[in-house]
């Protein structure tokens, strides 16, 4: 199983470091498997249904009038954290927030703040102190913050080791005209708010991927963000489009994982799921696109495809498991956002909830 994650992983010399590396891995994608994924969708739709309920409520109350607050969150996601005050002096609220195959991620909630203050990646066996190469390769948990508005051209592959948050909340991060970010063989990771676009593929070489470890890579794809053989990993509010391959590939087995609140765009492969490896394979359906706006009105939408004549009742729709690539495709670049839902197709406000397990993912846009 070791040669076959070497084929794949862009790793020059699978070392016994990374040897040891990938059976942690797998140990944990076993601990993080779900066998009963209608649990986490029923979980989802509970929260999705109380918040529907709330919404519904407060129009009721407002009647006419526009809303006129300064915050609005329009799913549970969302008000977990967004609107509530000083939101920013409780960055780790956040780790509570995540819903779906990766609601247990904690990310760097248990580590101390880092904070990026060099946008330079010139360095890649050893980055300098404020880059955020050097904090997604520490060895302890990790809650990485910007001091300031960031374009990050990365000159090689993003490793990022277990335990860490990458937050750009409050600025405007951008990984562009670069190489993308790799979860490899990790666990517990939540990535929040980047804008990540125009992705190349690297060339590979020396880079340094823990603090006692640096090894040879093979040329990397040109995926935004690459998970492989990693699990519990929460990817929120993120801006992709225009990678050279995929813009989320998540395969050989990595599971546990939630996709939320984010925007997809000038790209036909969004995200690939694969399991590449013996275990149960991801529990699928097809992406479907539709409507960004209510998600009532969303639903009932997709009920009537399905030539239901009761339209009272929000029902979880269940289409029959698949392996196979998730994937949209938007020929003219157009659209806003798609909504995918694994196991019941429901919009949240213009944002998208698709889910899976082994490679268990969930994910919103």
């Given at each position: 199983?070791?040669a076959?994650?070497?084929c794949?992983?862009?790793i020059?010399?699978f070392?016994?470091?990374?040897?040891?590396?990938?059976?942690?891995?797998?140990?944990?994608v076993?601990?993080?498997?779900?066998?009963n994924?209608e649990s986490?969708?029923?979980h989802?739709n509970?929260?999705?249904?109380?918040?529907?309920?709330?919404?519904?409520?407060?129009?009721?109350?407002?009647?006419?009038?526009?809303?006129?607050?300064?915050?609005?969150?329009?799913?549970?996601?969302?008000?977990?954290w967004?609107?509530?005050?000083?939101?920013?002096?409780?960055?780790?609220?956040?780790?509570t927030?995540a819903?779906?195959f990766?609601?247990?991620?904690?990310?760097?909630?248990?580590?101390?703040?880092?904070?990026?203050?060099?946008?330079?990646?010139?360095?890649l066996?050893?980055?300098?102190?404020?880059?955020?190469?050097?904090?997604?390769?520490?060895?302890r948990p990790?809650?990485?913050?910007?001091a300031?508005?960031?374009?990050?051209?990365l000159?090689?592959?993003?490793?990022?080791?277990?335990?860490?948050t990458?937050?750009?909340?409050?600025v405007?991060?951008?990984?562009?005209?670069?190489?993308?970010?790799?979860?490899?063989?990790?666990?517990?990771?939540?990535?929040?708010?980047?804008?990540?676009?125009?992705?190349?593929?690297?060339?590979?070489?020396?880079?340094?991927?823990?603090?006692?470890?640096?090894?040879?890579?093979?040329?990397s794809?040109g995926?935004g963000?690459s998970?492989?053989?990693a699990?519990n990993?929460?990817?929120?509010?993120?801006?992709?489009?225009?990678?050279?391959?995929?813009l989320?590939?998540a395969?050989?087995g990595?599971?546990?994982?939630?996709?939320?609140?984010?925007?997809?765009t000038?790209?036909?492969?969004?995200?690939?799921i694969?399991?590449?490896?013996?275990?149960?394979?991801?529990?699928?359906?097809?992406?479907?696109?539709?409507?960004?706006?209510?998600?009532?009105?969303?639903?009932?939408?997709v009920?009537?495809?399905r030539?239901d004549?009761?339209?009272?009742?929000?029902?979880?729709?269940?289409?029959?498991p698949?392996t196979?690539?998730?994937?949209?495709?938007?020929?003219?670049?157009?659209s806003?956002?798609?909504?995918?839902?694994?196991?019941?197709?429901?919009?949240?406000?213009?944002?998208?909830?698709?889910?899976?397990?082994?490679?268990?993912?969930?994910?919103?846009?």
């Amino acid at each position: 199983m070791a040669a076959a994650a070497f084929c794949n992983a862009h790793i020059a010399e699978f070392d016994e470091y990374w040897q040891k590396k990938e059976a942690m891995a797998r140990a944990n994608v076993q601990n993080a498997y779900n066998p009963n994924p209608e649990s986490v969708t029923k979980h989802f739709n509970d929260a999705v249904l109380r918040d529907l309920e709330k919404n519904n409520t407060r129009r009721g109350l407002r009647g006419k009038r526009r809303y006129g607050g300064p915050c609005m969150a329009t799913n549970p996601i969302d008000r977990c954290w967004r609107c509530q005050k000083n939101w920013a002096h409780h960055r780790k609220r956040l780790a509570t927030c995540a819903k779906g195959f990766g609601r247990h991620v904690t990310g760097g909630k248990n580590g101390d703040f880092y904070v990026v203050t060099d946008p330079s990646d010139d360095d890649l066996v050893n980055p300098r102190k404020g880059t955020l190469r050097y904090g997604v390769i520490q060895d302890r948990p990790l809650w990485i913050v910007f001091a300031r508005d960031m374009v990050i051209r990365l000159t090689e592959e993003l490793i990022v080791n277990s335990n860490k948050t990458i937050d750009g909340r409050g600025v405007d991060v951008q990984i562009v005209n670069g190489a993308g970010i790799t979860v490899q063989f990790v666990d517990n990771i939540i990535i929040h708010n980047l804008r990540i676009h125009d992705i190349k593929a690297g060339s590979g070489g020396m880079i340094r991927d823990s603090e006692h470890h640096y090894g040879l890579r093979t040329r990397s794809d040109g995926d935004g963000i690459s998970i492989f053989g990693a699990s519990n990993v929460w990817i929120d509010h993120v801006s992709m489009s225009n990678c050279m391959d995929g813009l989320i590939d998540a395969i050989q087995g990595s599971t546990a994982i939630t996709i939320s609140n984010s925007h997809f765009t000038q790209h036909n492969d969004v995200r690939q799921i694969s399991p590449t490896q013996h275990l149960h394979p991801p529990f699928l359906t097809k992406t479907a696109p539709c409507c960004p706006g209510d998600a009532v009105r969303c639903q009932r939408r997709v009920l009537g495809r399905r030539g239901d004549a009761d339209h009272s009742r929000l029902q979880p729709l269940r289409e029959r498991p698949r392996t196979e690539n998730a994937k949209v495709t938007d020929p003219d670049h157009t659209s806003a956002a798609r909504c995918s839902i694994i196991s019941l197709l429901l919009c949240i406000h213009s944002h998208t909830f698709f889910s899976a397990d082994a490679g268990g993912v969930s994910s919103t846009s």
